[in-house]
Each structure stands twice: as C-alpha cells, then as structure tokens.
C-alpha cells in the first residue's frame, strides 16, 4: 500500500523567512496531494492541494511543488507569520475523496 | 453552509464496552471517511462510505465498524473498547464526483479507563 513520508518532524522559522516541508511517496497509482494545517485542539482544515497533471500550485503565501518522477511534494509557505505556527500534514491518494495516506505531520514554530 | 458535525465531542469509556460515533456532512456531501488520530501513529485511515455502501476500508480490526445512512449521515462503532483505541476520531466528507476535497470535522475524543 501507499507509504508517505515527511520531513521534517520540526520546524523553527523567524518571522518573515520561509518555510519548506518535503513528502516522499511510494504508490505510482496515487495522483491526488493535499496538505493540511492543524491547530492545537482544532480540526485539520485544507490549505492546498495539486493533482497529478499540475506540478506546481500557489495560493498567496502557501505553494506546494509536484514531482511526479520523483515521487515527491513540497509546501513552501513565504514570509511566514505567528499564525503560520501549527502541525501541517501531507497526504497522497488516488482518488480525492478516497483513502488518504498521511504523513507524520511537521511541527512548524514561527517565531516573532 | 454548515460543516462537518461530529458528536459527541467528548467521549469516556471503560474497556470492554461500546461506543458509537455520529457524524453529519457538509449538505450535499455523499462520501464520509472516517480516520483515527492518535500521537504514536498519526493520522490513520479508518473506513470510507458512499451512498450507504463502504468503498474502502484501512487495516484496523473488524471491532472497528460503520455505516451511512441514506441522508449521508455516518456511524462508526468500536467494540469491545481496548485501552489503545483512545484517539481523536475524525470524520471528514467530500462531495460526489473526482477532485473534490475532504472537509474534517473537529472531532470525537474518546478516552478508556
């Protein structure tokens, strides 16, 4: 089955730098990547995704790369705030409304 | 538009008993997964149902069990209720068709004494 892998666990980051999470996957089949962000206590919300047929997405501050031959995707958040600080998951899947495999999860800190 | 609606919200059990989970869509939504977060294993893929039939199921053991209703409306049922199943239980939908998000909902806590 699919295995998704995240690094880094932890993330320190002064305000205003960049921060970058790298996910490596194993599954060919999968096509369907989406990050979320998780706040203490609160519900996984989505902050992106990208298909298979896209390598590169950009949402304001927050862009996520595709390597499809690679298998591997990125999260680049730039000029990073103190509301950026949360615990922010990769996921892979085949379908988008089916079984995501998540990564570990990184905890990224941005410090004022 | 209202969100995903899990309840309850907190949950507490003693081992070997039942529990069942309620989780209510985003209207119009028809898929509903359900995924178990725990600190050790993370976020971890429990079942996914649409039009009241399951599609896909993850690795947990059959104690692990659910169903949708014909208004999309999802259970999940744990059986006798081991101290490892203590878990933030989350529920997330999607609607019908391919590249359409999942939306969480905040979750059930359930805890075993």
């Known amino acids: 089955g699919e295995n998704v892998e995240q690094h880094p666990s932890t993330l320190s980051v002064q305000e205003g730098d960049s921060a970058v999470i790298k996910c490596t996957y194993s599954?060919?089949?999968?096509?369907?990547f989406p990050w979320y962000k998780q706040e203490l206590g609160k519900r996984p919300q989505l902050i992106i995704d990208?298909?298979?047929?896209?390598g590169e997405k950009k949402d304001q501050r927050i862009a996520v790369t595709l390597n499809k031959t690679a298998k591997h995707f990125s999260l680049h958040i730039t000029e990073t705030q103190p509301e950026d600080s949360a615990v922010y998951f990769c996921?892979?899947?085949?379908?988008?409304?089916?079984?995501?495999?998540f990564g570990a999860g990184t905890q990224v800190v941005v410090t004022p | 538009k209202a969100g995903v609606t899990q309840t309850p919200r907190y949950l507490i059990k003693t081992r070997g008993q039942q529990v069942t989970l309620s989780c209510s869509p985003i209207?119009?939504?028809?898929?509903v997964s359900w995924y178990q977060q725990t600190p050790g294993q993370g976020l971890q893929f429990l079942f996914e149902?649409?039009?009241?039939?399951?599609?896909n199921k993850g690795n947990f053991p059959g104690r692990f069990s659910g169903r949708q209703f014909s208004n999309s409306r999802s259970e999940m049922n744990v059986s006798t209720l081991e101290l490892g199943d203590s878990a933030l239980y989350l529920c997330?939908?999607?609607?019908?068709?391919?590249?359409?998000?999942?939306?969480f909902g905040d979750g059930t806590r359930l805890s075993i004494l």
């Open positions: 997330a939908s999607s609607p019908t068709g391919d590249n359409q998000p999942q939306h």
């Open positions: 599954d060919s089949a999968s096509n369907y």
């Open positions: 990208i298909r298979s047929n896209v």
């Open positions: 996921a892979a899947s085949i379908d988008s409304w089916g079984k995501l495999q």
């Open positions: 209207s119009g939504h028809r898929s």
């Open positions: 149902y649409f039009s009241e039939t399951q599609r």
